[in-house]
């Protein structure tokens, strides 16, 4: 898996970083016009334009690569490395001026993410971690913090909102059994715990670019990233996720969510 990883791939997503982070700085704390998609999740001009102009970089570099992007959805489906785009990663801190959204840029191979990147244009902090590639904060490698009891971990879920039925109950055993719970971050909490901040992240109702890109950066900081079944994340998962830096934590949270 390490020769997939390039140093012309790691300037490339770098590169988009660049761009996507320029885009936004010129919208943010501007009055835009906010839509709502068909799922009532609010969407921007700043959202369009940062992903149509990542899609036309991706194009022009690698014309037979698969993009999997929010906003325009899939290209190239069958295609053995895919890029999987979110272009700002908590809208909702976006178009209320807080600056703990994300851009979110992954390489997928044959459906399984082996590159990352979350870029934070505002605070100016990029990680970035990948198959070979220890996990990195503006160039600086950073790791997840230990905690071997569930009972001592500080937990981030961005919304108990988007645990639906019995999500919601599994949810609650974990929640109930951490030393505090703390919401809202979006992607910045997993960032966070690839930096040794937070413990868990538990969440649900994701889609692949929600979490593609963080797979990467919290196992290349040392962590655990898996579905609520303990199995690998892919393009295939089923959008619910957990994330912990250490592994007994990991263990006793997926039995709490599995009880």
Known sequence: MKTLINAQLFDFINQMATVSGTIIKSYFRTHLTVDDKPDTSPVTLADRAVEQALREMIEKAYPNDGIYGEEFGVKNREAAFTWVIDPIDGTKSFITGKPLFG??????????????????????????????????????????????????????????????????????RVRESVKMTVYGGDCYAYALLATGFVDLVVESSLKPYDYCALAPIVENAGGVMTDWQGQALSLESDGRVIAAGDEYTHKQALALLQA
């Open 103 to 172: 851009t979110l840029i992954a390489l997928a191979y044959e459906g399984k993410p082996i590159l990352g990147l979350l870029d934070q244009p505002i605070l100016r902090e990029r990680w970035i971690g990948g198959a070979g590639l220890p996990t990195t904060l503006n160039g600086h490698p950073v790791h997840v913090r230990a905690c071997a009891d569930v009972k001592k971990a500080a937990l981030y879920a961005t919304t108990p909102a988007m645990f639906e039925g019995e999500d919601f109950t599994s949810f609650g």
